[in-house]
Nanobody, 126 residues
Framework: QVQLVESGGGLVQAGGSLRLSCAASARAFSSYHMGWFRQAPGKEREFLAG????????YYADSVKGRFTISRDNAKNTVYLQMNSLKPEDTAVYSCAADARWSLIMTRSTEGYDYWGQGTQVTVSS
């Protein structure tokens, strides 16, 4: 079993930055590929970024390329999402997910992950 806890969300003005953290309790954190997702009210869950277990490969949705950066520190069992140049349309609940299947990251899947965090609210004001 893997428990995931997101933190770092909050209220920021447009153009500002936030760094989200996802802390994991896992036997071998590097065995899990990690993804960041968001979901706004009335909208489907959206894939944002993914990172391989060893941190060697990353994937990004077109909507966040150049603004968001995913990284991980396996010694701390934590994955991060650095968000810069935030826009009001970035407002959503942000969640992290973990799975041992690399294909989920490669395909930018929004379903099928074995483990999900509770989510953290990000609100960007105009």
């Amino acid at each position: 079993q893997v428990q995931l806890v997101e933190s770092g969300g909050g209220l920021v003005q447009a153009g500002g930055s936030l760094r989200l953290s996802c802390a994991a309790s896992a036997r071998a954190f590097s065995s899990y590929h990690m993804g960041w997702f968001r979901q706004a009210p009335g909208k489907e869950r959206e894939f944002l970024a993914g990172i391989s277990g060893g941190g060697f490969s990353t994937y990004y949705a077109d909507s966040v390329k150049g603004r968001f950066t995913i990284s991980r520190d396996n010694a701390k069992n934590t994955v991060y999402l650095q968000m810069n140049s935030l826009k009001p349309e970035d407002t959503a609940v942000y969640s992290c997910a973990a799975d041992a299947r690399w294909s989920l990251i490669m395909t930018r899947s929004t379903e099928g992950y074995d483990y999900w965090g509770q989510g953290t609210q990000v609100t960007v004001s105009s």
